[in-house]
């Protein structure tokens, strides 16, 4: 009985085509809004605040963006989250390489980041649609996945602020067998492999 339209007339266009018409889906949504911000910092452990709340808050953002452009421009994008991982990075190296920047800041920027490559991938995309612009944001994905593994502007400089060596067909001893000397082979991880004084980074040839 509390939940019905019955007895909630519209006086307006905009009353009528607004997103929560019925009274108490909007009360409900307050509710629910006014918990997220002051019930949820306050009881959440910090568990839950890393693994669960914090992903799946990032995840909704990408849902929506996906959301707009399929859903209602009904435009086919297969490479969200290329674009989503390029905000990701940006936001990432902004929090290390300037660690004065205020967080929202850093938000800001990266979105703009993200933005400036999506259009560059759009751009050459406005007299497409349907299947061919899916098949652009695929080569977007498959672009920007390969940039950040070989170009060594975004993985070398990134690495090294990390405190790690970067180094291409680096040869490194293996681990010395039962009874016998070391034995020394060369990676073959592929064209970057990574390693720091301590710890080897190549699963492939450095693993006992």
């Known amino acids: 009985m509390l939940y019905r339209e019955n007895g909630q007339f519209k006086t ?22 006014a918990c997220s911000l002051i019930a949820v910092p306050l009881l959440a452990s910090d568990y839950a605040l890393r693994a669960l709340i ?13 959301n707009i452009l399929v859903g209602y421009c009904g435009q086919i994008s297969v490479g969200s989250a290329a674009f989503m991982g390029v905000g990701a990075y940006l936001a990432y190296n902004l929090t290390l390489r300037v660690p004065q920047l205020n967080f929202l800041v850093v938000l ?27 098949v652009a944001t695929l080569a977007a994905q498959f672009f920007l996945d390969w940039a950040a593994l070989a170009i060594s502007l975004f993985n070398a400089s990134l690495l090294t602020w990390l405190g790690l060596t970067v180094a291409l067909n680096a040869e490194r001893p293996r681990r010395a067998p039962p009874g016998g ?7 073959s991880a592929g064209p970057l492999s990574v390693r720091s004084t301590s710890t080897c980074w190549c699963s492939d040839c450095c693993a006992s």
């Open 181 to 187: 000397a070391p034995v020394r082979s060369t990676c």
């Open 12 to 33: 307006s266009y905009a009353a009528d085509q607004q997103l929560l018409p019925i009274a108490q889906d909007r009360w409900f949504m307050m509710a629910l809004v």
């Open 108 to 134: 800001v920027l990266s979105g703009l980041g993200a933005a400036l490559v999506g259009i560059a991938f759009g751009i050459p995309s406005l007299r497409i649609k349907g299947l061919y612009l899916a």
């Open 54 to 66: 914090i992903p799946f808050l990032i995840l909704t953002i990408a849902a929506i963006g996906l």
